[in-house]
């Protein structure tokens, strides 16, 4: 119980004198002028105050001395707790980006991925040759999506697939594959992968040679 108590005075009492911590105004070394000044808050570095005109953060540096004094102004400790909240901001910022650039580069990979439902047609050593309706993730199946015969690369279930299964595979699409039917005419058919294609390497800038110097 007497704990409480202290508790409760210790709380009432920080309450009146910050409640006390109100000035007529502030005007700052660059000209700033603050009115019906109340000092909510202080940090290393400054005061945070809400003024007849709205709210303020204002560097110690930019105060009159006696509000300095006041608050235990210390230069160095506001230097590194400046550094130290730029470093903070810094890290956020980071975070921030890098969630920002896996978001972008899992958008992109859903508008590269395909859903390919289909029967088997051929086992050719490369893959398979579906006869198959392809699926736009989130989109409403549509008649229009019937593609026929496509190639299917680096399937998962390849040495247990037999002509005739039926699949549903999520894939990206690669290129085209070519290929002779029954009858021996050569065929030529969208080609998708069950694995994201590597993009190819960036090729760097022909190196330049200095000129030979000329002999005399």
Do not use: W
């Not at 893959?127 to 998962?156: M, S």
């Not at 690669?174 to 090729?203: F, I, M, R, W």
Request: charged share 20%; with cysteine; aromatic share 8%.
């Amino acid at each position: 119980m007497k704990n409480l108590l202290f508790l409760v005075l210790f709380i009432a009492s920080t309450l009146s004198v910050f409640a006390e911590d109100t000035i007529d105004s502030i005007t700052t070394t660059d000209g700033m002028v603050y009115k019906s000044v109340t000092i909510m808050s202080t940090d290393p570095a400054g005061i945070h105050i809400v003024h007849e005109g709205g709210a303020a953060s204002i560097p110690f540096s930019k105060l009159p001395v006696d509000i300095q004094k006041k608050y235990n102004y210390d230069p160095e400790k506001a230097r590194a707790f400046i550094k130290a909240e730029a470093a903070k901001a810094q890290a956020v910022k980071a975070a921030e980006a890098a969630k920002a650039k896996q978001k972008a580069a899992e958008d992109h990979l859903k508008s590269l991925q395909f859903i390919v439902i289909g029967s088997v047609l051929q086992k050719p050593s490369d893959g398979l040759l579906v006869d198959c309706v392809r699926f736009t993730p989130g989109v409403v199946y549509d008649p229009k999506e019937i593609f026929g015969q496509v190639f299917i690369k680096n399937y998962e279930k390849y040495n247990k697939a037999v002509v005739g299964d039926e699949i549903n595979v999520t894939v990206y699409e690669d290129g085209t594959y070519s290929y002779k039917d029954e009858s021996g005419t050569a065929q030529t058919v969208h080609a998708y992968n069950t694995k994201l294609p590597e993009p190819a390497p960036a090729q760097s800038p022909p190196a330049t040679q200095s000129p030979s110097p000329s002999s005399k």
